[in-house]
């Protein structure tokens, strides 16, 4: 019995690039080309790039950059450097998805840095404004986090300690190093920012999560 994508396995690239762009859509080319021809390549950008937590995820997440501006990346092909078009769109996926991870990380990094004021003043002030609605979800966010970082985002943001000044505590926290009293300053200075950037992340994720659920 004769496979259902034999007739698209021997397609040269160029005519799977016509096909592949053409309308209608034809949809058993599509599921093959995304769900067969591309699989290796897409499981590796998955388990080592830019997790998915389902094929089908990972399979809309390449179709979406693949048919943006009427499949423009496919349509640049043109046998580069004699690559074939599955090395090509190999290259051009895992640097697209790369550069996501990249970005996105990026974005939720400025959501909890410094600068982000709005969520430091509601937190610095949550204690003194119990009747405060606004700052119900970071109450409850923070209420949900761990000790550890409870403790670390109290001293370091809500009561506005320096790093140093709060190392004696926090110092009770971190595992796997040296007496407090052993340490270098400074290494103590960038052993808290690291853990209280770790709290300001688990807070923010605290906070996406309540807010999923108003």
């Known amino acids: 019995m004769a496979n259902i994508y034999d007739n698209y396995s ?3 690239d160029q005519e799977l690039i016509e096909k592949l762009t053409a309308s209608p859509v034809d949809e058993k080319l599509h599921n093959y080309f995304f769900t067969k021809k591309c699989r290796q390549f897409l499981r590796y950008i998955s388990s080592n790039i830019y997790q998915c937590d389902s094929e089908n ?8 950059f693949l048919s943006k501006d009427d499949w423009a990346i496919i349509r640049n092909w043109q046998n580069r450097n004699g690559a074939s078009l599955y090395t090509y769109l190999a290259y051009c996926t895992t640097n697209h998805f790369i550069h996501k991870k990249i970005a996105e990380k990026k974005e939720q990094e400025l959501m909890v840095v ?6 430091y003043e509601q937190l610095a002030g949550f204690i003194d404004e119990e009747d405060d609605t606004q700052a119900l979800p970071i109450r409850e966010a923070f209420n949900m986090l761990n000790q550890r970082d409870q403790t670390i985002l109290r001293l ?13 505590v926090i110092w009770e926290y971190i595992k796997n190093v040296k007496p ?5 300053p400074k290494r103590v200075q960038c052993t808290i920012a690291m853990a209280k950037h770790r709290a300001q992340l688990a807070l923010m994720n605290n906070l996406k999560q309540v807010s999923k659920n108003i």
């Open 10 to 12: 021997s397609l040269s």
């Open 57 to 64: 995820e990972l399979w809309g997440e390449f179709y979406e």
């Open 114 to 119: 410094p600068s982000s004021q709005s969520m």
């Open 156 to 168: 370091l943001v809500i009561d506005g300690n320096s790093a140093l000044e709060a190392a004696p």
């Open 180 to 184: 407090l009293a052993q340490m270098d």
